[in-house]
């Protein structure tokens, strides 16, 4: 029986992001889970990553038998947080991928595309979120027209990343667990030159895609191909 799937949005993003995914790998059988992290549906500006990371285990808690975990951008620092014995393969899509101890934002800022994290609006309430334009131009210029719509109707997420600006990564799940990492060249969130290197010194294997920053929405098929290959070889 292969893995299942369960799959971590980005920041100020949701579940949503991963429709077309989960239908892909069900209709070739494969169990698929796309989660929606209290960051970005509780409204509370104190919770962050490790909130996050929490959330994931008590999902991975429900699932029997072993499990590939997906994490795309900001969605990488929530699976490295949430390591947990289920998980046989991670999956880093164009994600961030600190190491244990290493305070995220330290390494998101500097990763950081010119202008992306510009764009990034702080409200008065301490929650962000990210304008259409920089939605669509930063993470998504790829989008297939026929989904513009769609998204947009989904979209304008806000997000907390709580009031522990110094809290690190507890133990890297990357440290013990095999991972992948997808190198998406024509990112425009993430430098892909960032994500060659941590593909090279912290991942067990790579692949490169020319995709924009969310591969799942402009290049599902790609998605679906290596995720399911990946189920099927941790299966149980």
């Known amino acids: 029986m292969a893995a299942t799937v369960v799959l971590v949005h980005g920041a100020s993003a949701g579940s949503f992001t991963w429709r077309n995914v989960v239908k892909g790998l069900e209709e ?84 950081a595309a010119p202008g992306f994290m510009e764009a990034i609006k702080f409200r008065d309430d301490m929650l962000s979120e990210l304008p259409e334009d920089a939605t669509f131009g930063f993470a998504m210029q790829q989008l297939p027209p026929d989904q513009v719509e769609w998204v947009r109707s989904h979209a304008g997420v806000l997000m907390s990343f709580g009031t522990d600006m ?20 024509e990112d425009r969130a993430i430098r892909p030159e960032m994500q060659r290197e941590w593909a090279k010194t912290r991942a067990s294997d790579s692949v490169e895609w020319p995709s924009d920053h969310c591969a799942q929405l402009s290049h599902p098929d790609l998605v679906v191909d290596l995720l399911a290959k990946l189920a099927e070889e941790n299966g149980a």
């Not at 947080?81 to 046989?88: D, N, Y």
């Open 28 to 111: 070739r059988g494969i169990d698929a889970v796309a989660v929606d992290l209290p960051s970005c549906t509780k409204n509370d500006p104190t919770i962050g990553f490790k909130q996050d990371a929490a959330a994931v285990r008590a999902t991975l808690d429900g699932i029997e038998g072993p499990v590939v975990l997906v994490g795309n951008s900001y969605g990488g620092v929530v699976i490295t947080e949430a390591a947990h014995p289920a998980v046989k393969r991670l999956v880093y899509q164009a994600a961030f991928m600190p190491p244990t101890g290493v305070v995220p934002l330290s390494e998101m800022q500097p990763a």
């Open 166 to 185: 110094e809290a690190s990564i507890t133990r890297a799940a990357w440290d013990d667990t095999p991972s992948t990492y997808v190198v998406c060249t």
